[in-house]
């Protein structure tokens, strides 16, 4: 079932690109479609509003907006958007994410953003996240995500030999 649906990757900044690829990453790994876009809130805030309102056409049904200090991305992007939006705070900035993370998460209700955790674990378990509710109706996509899942847990334990 999945195979129609994209994600789109969207971050405030090129600087945001190294941390972000780890969703990207991730995404390519369960085989699912993305579009990985450059955009701003504050600098390029008209075509971020066009880019959402028109990725439906594409098969976007879900977005992940990592951004940086003031981080207002996913709280913009899910102002023009009914499909969820995950937001990724970066590990950028004098105060390296905690301001992010505050402006990702304190969304006012009505508005909702799913937050992750700062930087690229953050942008990692967006893209997880991603993959899970996508296994919702789609087996192949579960069973993918199961067998991820017990991978990490063995090389866990594999630590202790
Ligand atoms: C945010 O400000 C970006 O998401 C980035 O994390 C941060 C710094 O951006 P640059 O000044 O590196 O472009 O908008």
């Given at each position: 079932?999945?195979?129609?649906?994209?994600?789109a990757?969207?971050?405030?900044?090129?600087?945001?690109?190294?941390?972000?690829?780890?969703?990207?990453?991730?995404?390519?790994?369960?085989?699912?479609?993305?579009?990985?876009?450059?955009?701003?809130?504050?600098?390029?805030?008209?075509?971020?509003?066009?880019?959402?309102?028109?990725?439906p056409?594409?098969?976007?049904?879900?977005?992940?907006?990592?951004?940086?200090?003031?981080?207002?991305?996913?709280?913009?992007?899910?102002?023009?958007?009914?499909?969820?939006?995950?937001g990724?705070?970066?590990?950028s900035?004098?105060?390296?994410?905690?301001?992010?993370?505050?402006?990702?998460?304190?969304?006012?209700?009505?508005?909702?953003?799913?937050?992750l955790?700062?930087?690229?674990?953050?942008?990692?378990?967006?893209?997880?996240?991603?993959?899970?509710?996508?296994?919702?109706?789609?087996?192949?996509?579960?069973?993918?995500?199961?067998?991820?899942?017990?991978?990490?847990?063995?090389?866990?334990?594999?630590?202790?030999?």
């Open positions: 079932m999945s195979k129609n649906k994209k994600i990757i969207l971050m405030g900044s090129q600087s945001d690109y190294e941390t972000m690829k780890s969703a990207s990453d991730i995404l390519t790994d369960f085989g699912i479609e993305h579009e990985v876009k450059i955009l701003s809130a504050h600098r390029t805030p008209e075509e971020v509003k066009n880019y959402v309102e028109s990725a056409e594409k098969g976007i049904c879900l977005f992940i907006a990592g951004a940086g200090m003031a981080a207002h991305l996913a709280g913009v992007i899910a102002s023009h958007t009914t499909l969820p939006v995950f990724v705070p970066m590990e900035g004098a105060l390296k994410g905690f301001d992010a993370l505050l402006s990702t998460v304190q969304m006012p209700g009505g508005i909702p953003v799913g937050t955790g700062i930087g690229s674990a953050g942008a990692k378990n967006a893209a997880l996240l991603a993959v899970s509710v996508f296994s919702i109706d789609d087996q192949e996509l579960e069973t993918k995500l199961k067998a991820y899942r017990k991978k990490q847990a063995e090389k866990v334990l594999s630590q202790n030999k």
